[in-house]
């Protein structure tokens, strides 16, 4: 063997083991150096284009990925990184056909059983994918996020065959540090806060504290970066939208990090809206982190807040590494980030208890009456004849069971059911993505005695129409553990009181927080009896469900006022950042005088 490829091995080598740790950059530049004297090798050109695909570098990582192709068609691995670099710009078209290649080639090759899965969940073909994970079990159990994506598919398509034994198995293997689940597929099953916080730093990598010097004199505007893959139409933009265009434009600059494409501002009136109030939108699809990075450095930010934590699209490497003096984590996520390098997080006295915080790798930032923000221009939907015809809703009792299935669980229809059995002239509305779903649905509820004429199921439908709808329901049943957050809020902005469970975590307390701010704390319960013994009792009093609409729909509540929240939130950053500049103090060991 000659000193080239002594030194290439050895590079080789080095970059398995920095791949390994996710140190992307350092394997990059080993494995650089390989191609530099063997650039025909095999493995060195799929080890790179995987390499550089994880630094976005997309287009160097396709071209060596058909280099490889070139030399050698049936290598399962070049199919691979293409797949993941056309699902990486959502051509899930192609990216499928390059996945079902590589299992072409080997039928067993589970990384590419998972990615199919992935794109066929992104169409929602939910069975398909559910199927697919099922078939690469027995080689893909212990593989990162494997077991995760499997239970969540199986909640979204109510199929609950083997669920308990899924989940206990993936409990066992966060007990051993193996990264098992997505912190956000964990909320859709658990109500235990240590939990939650294990699977949360389970998924950060590791980063040591970043303390900040803060020299900006008072007179200099501050600055706010606000980052989201959801600047458009959608559950998050709906609830923050007035909040964002309340900030005191002569005291704060706004900047947008947006994780997407820029929407069509024509069509979509929520993303308008925003663009006409930050100062600027920063588009971050082409850049890696590192170049994310620096340009967030480059700007001068003083306050970085994350509106995505561990969901689709979120980028909390960004924020681990810290680009900015103060770092907040909002809304988007229900739960801690589990990042050392992020600061606060905003929450309010009903959802965060006192001797909750060991729970969170953030400190508190309480605001109130709720931690969500609202919109007090949004829609006002009213009840409506034509709507009830248009979905042959004519019940005597309509009780709105909207929200998404991953939110469902054996328990829960439990406990709907004994509230539905008791009642004479009653549907239960529901959503779902498919026609297996639906099945799935109607035989856990006929298992359970509710016939199917007692269930209706909606389409997806256009917003306004959707709270007209929920507007026209007598209550509305929240889930648990994983709460209605914006799903709530839309109810009781429709005028429709909803029972809740609050449970012990920030995701199963989330109703309950807003059902406190707008003085319905007899609708929170904290037991499965409770609750239906709340429900059973409200639907039995048809003039005090009357009387609860009536309440809701002519009391102005000011958790529905975005500027509210805005207020104090911005007291709150003015107060840290004051803090920040006593050479004293550290953001670290701050007492939070400025907590609201």
């Known amino acids: 063997?000659?000193?080239?490829?002594?030194?290439?091995?050895?590079?080789?080598?080095?970059?398995?083991?920095?791949?390994?740790?996710?140190?992307?950059?350092?394997?990059?530049?080993?494995?650089?150096?390989?191609?530099?004297?063997?650039?025909?090798?095999?493995?060195?050109?799929?080890?790179?284009?995987?390499?550089?695909?994880?630094?976005?570098?997309?287009?160097?990582?396709?071209?060596?990925?058909?280099?490889?192709?070139?030399?050698?068609?049936?290598?399962?691995?070049?199919?691979?990184?293409?797949?993941?670099?056309?699902?990486?710009?959502?051509?899930?078209?192609?990216?499928?056909?390059?996945?079902?290649?590589?299992?072409?080639?080997?039928?067993?090759?589970?990384?590419?059983?998972?990615?199919?899965?992935?794109?066929?969940?992104?169409?929602?073909?939910?069975?398909?994918?559910?199927e697919l994970l099922q078939r690469a079990l027995p080689k893909a159990r212990s593989k990162e996020f494997f077991l995760g994506d499997l239970i969540h598919l199986k909640l979204i398509t109510c199929d609950w065959s083997d669920l308990d034994y899924y989940i206990n198995e993936c409990r066992d293997l966060v007990l051993n540090k193996i990264n098992s689940i997505s912190p956000f597929n964990l909320l859709s099953f658990s109500d235990r806060p240590e939990e939650i916080l294990d699977v949360a730093q389970l998924n950060i990598k590791k980063h040591a504290f970043v303390k900040w010097k803060y020299s900006k004199s008072r007179s200099e505007k501050i600055t706010i970066a606000y980052y989201s893959p959801d600047f458009r139409s959608h559950a998050l933009t709906f609830l923050i939208s007035e909040f964002l265009t309340s900030h005191n434009k002569n005291k704060f600059s706004l900047i947008a990090l947006s994780k997407g494409k820029k929407p069509d501002s024509a069509n979509d009136s929520y993303f308008k809206r925003l663009e006409e109030t930050f100062d600027e939108i920063y588009y971050l699809d082409e850049l890696s982190v590192r170049d994310i990075q620096k340009l967030c450095l480059s700007l001068d930010i003083d306050v970085a807040v994350d509106l995505a934590g561990h969901t689709s699209g979120g980028n909390l490497e960004l924020f681990a590494e810290r680009i900015?003096?103060?770092?907040?984590?909002?809304?988007?996520?229900?739960?801690?980030?589990?990042?050392?390098?992020?600061?606060?997080i905003v929450t309010d006295k009903f959802i965060s208890k006192t001797d909750d915080s060991c729970f969170l790798s953030e400190k508190p930032m309480y605001l109130s009456p709720s931690f969500q923000p609202n919109d007090s221009k949004r829609y006002k939907p009213k009840k409506s004849l034509d709507i009830i015809k248009k979905f042959n809703l004519d019940a005597d009792l309509l009780i709105s069971g909207l929200s998404s299935t991953h939110k469902f669980n054996p328990s829960l229809f439990d406990t709907w059911s004994k509230i539905i059995e008791k009642q004479d002239s009653v549907l239960l509305l529901l959503s779902v993505d498919s026609t297996d779903t639906a099945k799935n649905v109607l035989a856990e509820f006929a298992s359970r005695g509710i016939p199917s004429n007692n269930i209706r199921f909606l389409p997806r439908l256009p917003y306004t129409?959707?709270?007209?709808?929920?507007?026209?329901?007598?209550?509305?049943?929240?889930?648990?553990?994983?709460?209605?957050?914006?799903?709530?809020?839309?109810?009781?902005?429709?005028?429709?009181?909803?029972?809740?469970?609050?449970?012990?975590?920030?995701?199963?307390?989330?109703?309950?927080?807003?059902?406190?701010?707008?003085?319905?704390?007899?609708?929170?319960?904290?037991?499965?009896?409770?609750?239906?013994?709340?429900?059973?009792?409200?639907?039995?009093?048809?003039?005090?469900?009357?009387?609860?609409?009536?309440?809701?729909?002519?009391?102005?509540?000011?958790?529905?006022?975005?500027?509210?929240?805005c207020a104090q939130f911005e007291n709150a950053l003015c107060a840290i950042l004051e803090d920040l500049r006593e050479p004293s103090s550290s953001v670290s060991s701050y007492t939070g005088k400025y907590i609201f």
């Open 1 to 130: 063997m000659n000193s080239n490829e002594n030194l290439a091995k050895e590079l080789f080598l080095l970059s398995l083991e920095k791949m390994r740790a996710c140190d992307w950059e350092s394997a990059e530049q080993d494995l650089e150096k390989c191609y530099s004297l063997f650039p025909d090798r095999l493995s060195v050109l799929v080890n790179l284009s995987a390499v550089k695909f994880k630094l976005n570098k997309l287009d160097a990582s396709f071209e060596l990925s058909e280099k490889a192709l070139s030399q050698q068609p049936d290598l399962k691995e070049a199919w691979l990184n293409k797949g993941n670099i056309f699902k990486a710009i959502h051509n899930l078209h192609h990216a499928i056909d390059c996945y079902k290649n590589a299992l072409e080639i080997d039928g067993t090759f589970s990384d590419a059983i998972v990615s199919l899965a992935a794109c066929y969940k992104k169409t929602g073909s939910y069975t398909a994918a559910k």
């Open 324 to 344: 900015a003096p103060v770092q907040i984590e909002f809304l988007g996520y229900p739960g801690t980030s589990g990042c050392k390098n992020i600061d606060y």
């Open 465 to 565: 129409e959707y709270l007209d709808v929920l507007s026209s329901c007598h209550i509305a049943l929240d889930t648990f553990p994983f709460n209605g957050g914006t799903t709530t809020s839309d109810a009781l902005w429709a005028g429709t009181p909803v029972i809740t469970l609050a449970g012990s975590s920030f995701h199963s307390r989330m109703s309950g927080s807003l059902l406190s701010a707008v003085g319905l704390g007899e609708l929170i319960t904290s037991s499965s009896n409770d609750y239906i013994e709340t429900a059973i009792s409200l639907l039995k009093n048809k003039s005090e469900v009357l009387r609860l609409k009536d309440y809701l729909a002519k009391n102005t509540f000011s958790v529905f006022d975005g500027s509210n929240n």
